[in-house]
Every structure is written in C-alpha cells, then in structure tokens.
C-alpha cells in the first residue's frame, strides 16, 4: 500500500506530498471512467465473438481476460517512468489502466480479431505494437493495442485507453509463466533460467508455426471438399 504518513519516509521522493494525495483522490474518479472504457470493449470483443460463433465452424476467440490497475499499481508505474504527479499526466501517459487480453487459437486469428477491433465504430486505433513478427529478446510474443474508447460521464463524455493484448494459447502459457518466474525471483532471474525460458519461447514460436499450417492446410480440404493425398 502507499503510505502517505508524514512521519515516515516518503515512498517516492520524486512526488510532494500534496501531489501524491492529490492523486490518491482524484485516482478513483479516474478509475471508474476507465471501468466504464472497460466494460465498453469487453462488450464489444463478446459481441464479435457472438457474431463469429454464427459465421465460422470455430471461434478463433479462445477466452478473454481483463483487469483494472490498482491505485498502488499506477502510482508505481508513474515513479518508474519518472511521469509528472499529475492527474493529467496519469491520463496522457499511463494507457495500461484498464487491460484485456485476448487469447486465439491461431495467429492468423490474431490478426483478424486486430483488425475487426480496429473496425469498431468510435474506438480509435493509438498504438500498435507487433511483438510476433519481431519478438522482444527475451522471446516474449504478443500483439499489443493501444485503443481510445469514449465513455460517457455525468455531464460529460471522456475518452480512455485501452490497452488490448492478443496472443495464442500457447504464447499466453509462455507469458504467464514467465510472470510467475519474474515475480518469484523478485525479476532478478538467474540467467539460466532467462535462457530456458527464451529457448521455450522459441519452441512456442514453433509450434504456433506448425500448428498454423495444419489449420490451413485444413481450411483448403474444407474449401476444396476433398481431402488432399500424397
């Protein structure tokens, strides 16, 4: 939690103290619009995903996850990235707040469910980030959104981002275990393990890889109506 005891140390010497109660004030309001951006997306992935349902033999949406920051979360990030203590800058500058990630069986799919995202009326497209076709160099693989949503307020509308991930089961295992040796180890990793798990994420890549041709070698025998010989 953030202590905000002004008898003890203070936990970001970069912020004020009135600056950093501030922000705990206001981060609430803040929040709930973002709940409310949230909710919006979520609402519009599960409709395309009713729709998908109706209109393929599969859904090439898996699941869907999403989450809300904490406060203690947002103001961690804002003293790691060095961000002004500000509640306009936390608008401007932290675009994570509110989080959804997407799980699809191909990557193909991933692509596909990008691009019908990015064709939903009043959402805006604000960052795009490919993180399959040139992976981070730790192995780590996802495509990221970053998408602006309008949310209607008391009085007011507002727009929030958004921050959608989407990625196959396979690079989601990859990635939730990585956390998970990440958090364990305090994010000082021996490098052993660093290396296993980069050579995991190499073994994911080629699965993906494989399991891909088999879906479209499958999706030329349905078109075709016959299945192909050697």
Same mark, same amino acid.
């Given at each position: 939690?953030?202590? /905000?005891?002004?008898?003890?140390?203070?936990?970001?010497?970069?912020?004020?103290?009135?600056?950093?109660? $501030?922000?705990?004030?206001?981060?609430?309001?803040?929040?709930?619009?973002?709940?409310?951006?949230?909710?919006?997306?979520? !609402?519009?992935?599960?409709?395309?995903?009713q729709? /998908?349902?109706?209109?393929?033999? =599969?859904?090439?949406? !898996?699941h869907v996850?999403s989450? /809300?920051k904490? *406060?203690?979360?947002?103001?961690?990030?804002?003293h790691?990235?060095?961000?002004?203590?500000?509640?306009?800058?936390?608008?401007?500058?932290?675009?994570?707040?509110?989080?959804?990630?997407?799980a699809?069986?191909?990557?193909?799919?991933? =692509?596909?469910?990008? %691009?019908?995202? +990015?064709?939903?009326?009043? #959402?805006l497209?604000?960052?795009?980030?490919?993180? #399959?076709?040139?992976?981070? *160099?730790?192995?780590? &693989?996802?495509?990221?959104?970053?998408?602006?949503?309008?949310?209607?307020?008391?009085?007011? +509308?507002?727009?929030?981002?958004?921050?959608? +991930?989407?990625?196959?089961? %396979?690079?989601?295992?990859?990635?939730?275990?990585?956390? $998970?040796?990440? =958090?364990?180890?305090?994010?000082?990793?021996?490098?052993?393990? $660093?290396?296993?798990?980069?050579?995991?994420?190499?073994?994911?890549? &080629?699965l993906?890889?494989?399991?891909?041709?088999?879906?479209?070698e499958? +999706?030329?025998?349905?078109?075709?109506?016959?299945?192909?010989?050697?």
């Open positions: 939690m953030v202590t /905000l005891n002004p008898s003890s140390p203070h936990p970001f010497p970069e912020a004020e103290d009135d600056a950093l109660k $501030k922000i705990m004030a206001g981060l609430p309001l803040i929040r709930a619009s973002y709940r409310i951006g949230l909710e919006e997306v979520c !609402e519009r992935i599960e409709l395309l995903r729709s /998908l349902d109706q209109d393929r033999d =599969y859904n090439p949406i !898996e996850k989450r /809300l904490t *406060p203690e979360s947002i103001i961690s990030k804002v790691r990235r060095g961000y002004a203590w500000t509640l306009d800058s936390i608008r401007d500058n932290v675009r994570d707040i509110a989080g959804i990630r997407i699809c069986s191909f990557v193909s799919d991933i =692509y596909q469910v990008s %691009a019908l995202l +990015q064709k939903q009326p009043d #959402i497209l604000v960052e795009y980030k490919d993180y #399959i076709r040139t992976p981070k *160099p730790n192995g780590y &693989q996802s495509l990221h959104l970053i998408l602006q949503v309008p949310v209607a307020l008391s009085g007011h +509308q507002e727009k929030v981002f958004v921050e959608v +991930q989407i990625r196959t089961i %396979a690079m989601d295992f990859w990635a939730s275990l990585e956390h $998970k040796i990440y =958090y364990k180890y305090d994010k000082a990793v021996p490098q052993h393990l $660093k290396d296993e798990l980069k050579k995991a994420a190499d073994t994911v890549a &080629q993906d890889n494989k399991m891909e041709r088999i879906h479209q499958m +999706q030329q025998v349905k078109n075709s109506g016959s299945p192909s010989r050697p």
